[in-house]
């Protein structure tokens, strides 16, 4: 995959390293603006299933 990638981006392999970065953060930026917080309220991270107040032993 990233080789097809690699092969059909224009220029030289500066000019493909430099695009190649602009897509990963480009990526990156879609990811946590976009999708991680549609996702959020869908995953359990705050279900919480200990009990601080029931059997504390100190």
């Given at each position: 995959m ?16 430099f ?40």
């Open positions: 990233y080789g097809w990638i690699w092969r059909h981006l224009p220029g030289n392999a500066w000019v493909r390293a695009i190649s970065l602009i897509l990963a953060l480009a990526v990156v930026y879609a990811l946590f603006e976009y999708v991680f917080p549609w996702a959020e309220p869908l995953l359990p991270f705050n279900d919480v299933t200990v009990d601080d107040a029931q059997g504390a032993h100190r």
